[in-house]
């Protein structure tokens, strides 16, 4: 909660702080607010364009803000290409990619309310039906450059030693041939700063920019997902967490270039369950930026994920109806107040905590028959036991005697060691 009362504030000041910039008297009196009347399309891409109608919008290029909010984040704001009166024209820039909510660590659709800032600012954000869903980047299509450089015809302006302003100056960036007009030279979605960065700690800093694959390269738009320091965690999703932790400011939280990120970090007292290999030490991929409770390899890609499971139990089936995922840099992926690593996902007592502990149970916190098949969630009607999920039907590890009977319950790591240690 201190961290959705730290994003209200942060917007609010923002906002307060534009607004005294932009507003402006018309005949002696102020301007009016903008409205959004309607929005178009109403679910599209990184890289689509977004129209949106209404009144009392600034004519011109580049003179107008749209304010994309979603849940538990702060606002982003984008520079409008295009305005009249009463229409606006923006092409959706990949700055919304790490705000996009995650289903384990793919990003998904993701609502975002909007409001426009012009001479003044709208005054509420739009309901439903006038916010659209915003989709990542498709495959194979480059991130669209920003709007906001400090550039004319592709040429510096010499106002900023940083022109487009992705943290190398203009003069590295002639140096290792980037693009100092684009943030995002190789239009892979990633900036050029953060890869950089990310090249030096790959390469222990000994060496200026590689420049070569494999290592984080601003000149090669394939890279993007790409594990490139082996922590489990691509560039993409660790960059993503640098936005929304460190408001993309320097140095990193989180490196595509290094494991430890900004040095070695030991165990917290009391977070003793984030330390996966149990050498007393967090890695990038065991920490937990969210503040959740649950690593963040282990909400975007481990035991959090329902078919993590199929890979150390192959022959165990998955619970079906699927309960939602968790988004790793959501502390409250459900919005329900309560944080994800003592939330519930299946809703059968035992929150996701435990239920992925390796100490405790060590069950699909999808499944909600597990570790109690007598929880108040459990099909009371399983499927036949060639195709029943644990702990009901054959081939289930661990759980099920060979007359096909459930166990006692609760399944517990003490009871199960040889499943516990598997996976």
């Not at 979603?70 to 305005?83: G, M, P, S």
Request: charge should be negative.
């Amino acid at each position: 909660m201190r961290k959705s009362r730290s994003l209200q504030v942060l917007t609010a000041t923002a906002l307060c702080a534009l607004g005294l910039l932009l507003v402006s008297v018309v005949g002696g009196q102020a301007a009016s607010a903008p409205t959004i009347t309607r929005v178009s399309p109403l679910k599209l891409g990184v890289g689509d364009v977004l129209t949106i109608r209404g009144t009392n919008f600034v004519p011109g290029r580049n003179r107008n803000y749209v304010i994309f909010q979603r849940a538990r984040a702060r606002a982003v704001f984008v520079k409008a290409d295009t305005a009249t009166r009463t229409k606006i024209t923006l092409v959706v820039p990949a700055k919304l990619v790490p705000f996009l909510s995650r289903n384990g660590g793919a990003a998904v659709f993701t609502r975002f309310n909007l409001r426009v800032l012009g001479r003044r600012l709208s005054p509420i954000y739009t309901r439903k039906s006038l916010s659209p869903l915003v989709g990542p980047l498709p495959s194979g299509k480059q991130a669209p450059p920003a709007s906001t450089a400090d550039c004319v015809n592709g040429v510096p302006t010499g106002r900023s030693t940083d022109s487009d302003h992705d943290g190398l100056s203009d003069t590295l960036e002639k140096q290792i041939h980037t693009d100092p007009c684009n943030a995002d030279t190789d239009g892979d979605g990633v900036p050029d700063g953060y890869e950089y960065m990310s090249a030096l700690d790959l390469n222990s800093k000994a060496l200026p920019y590689p420049g070569k694959r494999p290592y984080p390269n601003p000149l090669d738009p394939t890279d993007a997902n790409i594990d490139h320091d082996g922590d489990g965690m691509t560039m993409a999703e660790e960059y993503a967490g640098w936005v929304r932790y460190a408001d993309s400011k320097f140095p990193l939280n989180m490196s595509d270039g290094t494991q430890n990120t900004g040095g070695v970090q030991a165990v917290p007292a009391g977070k003793e369950f984030l330390d996966l290999n149990g050498d007393g030490k967090l890695t990038d991929d065991e920490r937990d930026i969210d503040n959740d409770n649950l690593g963040n390899w282990v909400e975007a890609h481990g035991p959090m994920v329902r078919e993590w499971w199929l890979i150390p139990y192959k022959q165990e089936k998955l619970y079906s109806p699927a309960y939602p995922g968790v988004d790793w840099l959501d502390p409250d992926s459900n919005g329900n107040g309560v944080i994800d690593g003592l939330d519930d996902q299946d809703h059968d007592g035992w929150n996701n905590m435990s239920e992925v502990s390796r100490t405790t149970y060590w069950v699909n916190p999808y499944n909600p028959c597990l570790p109690d098949w007598k929880s108040p969630t459990c099909s009371l009607h399983p499927p036949p036991p060639e195709t029943a999920w644990p702990p009901f039907g054959t081939g289930n590890s661990g759980f099920v005697p060979a007359d096909g009977t459930p166990p006692g319950t609760p399944l517990t790591c003490a009871a199960n060691p040889a499943r516990c240690q598997n996976g």
